[in-house]
């Protein structure tokens, strides 16, 4: 039995990443954002705006532990999933874990050219202020995703390569 979760900073490709690493191995594959929209039949900005931050996370939390049930599954996690609660060291307890690891200027680079309001958390951040907002919040973030059993690192061709050999 697999279970593979991938943990990152917004805009490190989890998503992306995990789609290509599920239909390598033959597993599902089931991102945890998407699986609350779903669950909620709301968008993640919805509940943000609705239930705050600390509501988010207790929801974000409960449907971890939900779809942690499934088998032969790869796992993409929300940004911050690692860093509440117990969620990381829970992760590691019942699967293997990857961390996709981008530097701040790469994760700005693509996050700047992604669709704006989808994140509650970067909304109205442009230029130096999504920068110096990841750098913070990465620095923060960055001991929850380094206890991943993996790392996986480097341009977007190099963490490709790696995910799909
Ligand atoms: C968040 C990341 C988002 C989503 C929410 C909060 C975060 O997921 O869970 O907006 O705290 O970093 P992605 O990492 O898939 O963007």
Known sequence: ???????????????????????????????LDSYIESKFRKTIAQIFTEAGETGFRKIEKNCLHEVAEFEDVVIATGGGAPCFYDNMDFMNQCGETIYIRLTPGHLAER??????????????????ELEQYITETLQKREPYYLRANRIIEGTDEQIERQITN
């Open 1 to 31: 039995m697999q279970r593979i979760f991938l943990v990152g900073f917004m805009g490190s490709g989890k998503t992306a990443m995990g789609k290509l690493l599920a239909r390598r191995h033959g597993l599902s594959f089931i991102d």
């Open 111 to 128: 996050l700047s050219s992604s669709r704006a309001g989808v994140r509650p958390l970067l909304k109205d951040k442009t230029g130096d």
